[in-house]
């Protein structure tokens, strides 16, 4: 069965920086046949796409709103994904969630929630102004 566990999430103050780590497990093919995105969750908020990183080409997406700040990369050693994020502002607040389709080699609107069946249990981002 496909799991994944995010880490790394904690109390920063703006402008500061966080590295979540998303370690999967369970997958039936290589590790980086499976595309891997990151959601985020404030309260009273609809689950929002942050990034992601694709199986094919291994390419990268990410939101508007994080894009220069945030940077997705993949350590197929590890079967882990990384997301580095700098330049921390008090909006980027929220549980994070990693995510992935769970089927190889798939294309899919990476942003959107309902293309991915597997989710992680999260891991709370809190930026202090």
């Known amino acids: 069965e496909v799991q994944l566990v995010e880490s790394g999430g904690g109390l920063v103050q703006t402008g500061g920086s966080l590295r979540l780590s998303c370690a999967a497990s369970?997958?039936?093919?290589?590790?980086?046949?499976?595309?891997i995105g990151w959601f985020r969750q404030a309260p009273g908020k609809e689950r929002e796409g942050v990034s992601c990183?694709?199986?094919?080409?291994?390419?990268?997406y990410y939101a508007d709103s994080v894009k220069g700040r945030f940077t997705i990369s993949r350590d197929k050693a590890k079967n882990t994904v990384y997301l580095q994020m700098n330049s921390l502002k008090p909006e980027d607040t929220a549980a994070y969630y990693c995510?992935?389709?769970?089927?190889?080699?798939?294309?899919?609107?990476?942003?959107?929630?309902?293309?991915?069946?597997?989710w992680g249990q999260g891991t709370q981002v809190t930026v202090s102004s």
């Open positions: 995510a992935t389709p769970g089927v190889p080699e798939t294309r899919v609107v990476w942003y959107d929630p309902r293309e991915y069946e597997y």
């Open positions: 369970g997958f039936t093919f290589a590790f980086d046949d499976y595309a």
């Open positions: 990183i694709s199986s094919s080409d291994a390419s990268t």
